[in-house]
């Protein structure tokens, strides 16, 4: 019932930036947090950032200060910018989105993930 595009992936050298862009769509009745995590190789799942309704953000320690998380509500979108690329951010990066569903007489909750981007820091 929710379906989430990710896009903007790719290969980049250390010290580079990419945008990874996440859209929502379906039979949604809100979004509330939106956010990004990522899967290393045999490492678990980390929080890279979220972002709340109101614009309030979270990051994980690793990339702070050089990833920015935004969004578009109009769009039902959600962006990570990313700087300063380093080796070990190499993962696939899957968006996360919650938020109520329309229903006819309850609005149920949903979570979901998109199907994850590869990220490659290499020179």
């Known amino acids: 019932q929710v379906e989430l595009e990710e896009s903007g992936g790719g290969l980049v050298q250390p010290g580079g930036s990419l945008k990874l862009s996440c859209a929502a769509s379906g039979n949604i009745f809100k979004i509330d947090t939106m956010g990004w995590y990522r899967r290393a190789p045999e490492k678990g799942r980390e929080l890279v950032a979220t972002?709340?309704?109101?614009?309030?953000?979270n990051y994980g320690h690793s990339v702070k200060g050089r990833f920015t998380i935004s969004r578009d509500d109009a769009k039902r979108t959600v962006f990570l910018q990313m700087n300063s690329l380093k080796p070990e951010d190499t993962a696939v990066y899957y968006c996360?989105?919650?938020?109520?569903?329309?229903?006819?007489?309850?609005?149920?909750?949903?979570?979901?993930w998109g199907q994850g981007t590869q990220v490659t820091v290499s020179s």
């Open positions: 996360n989105i919650q938020g109520d569903l329309q229903g006819t007489s309850y609005n149920a909750p949903f979570t979901s």
């Open positions: 972002i709340t309704t109101g614009g309030g953000t």
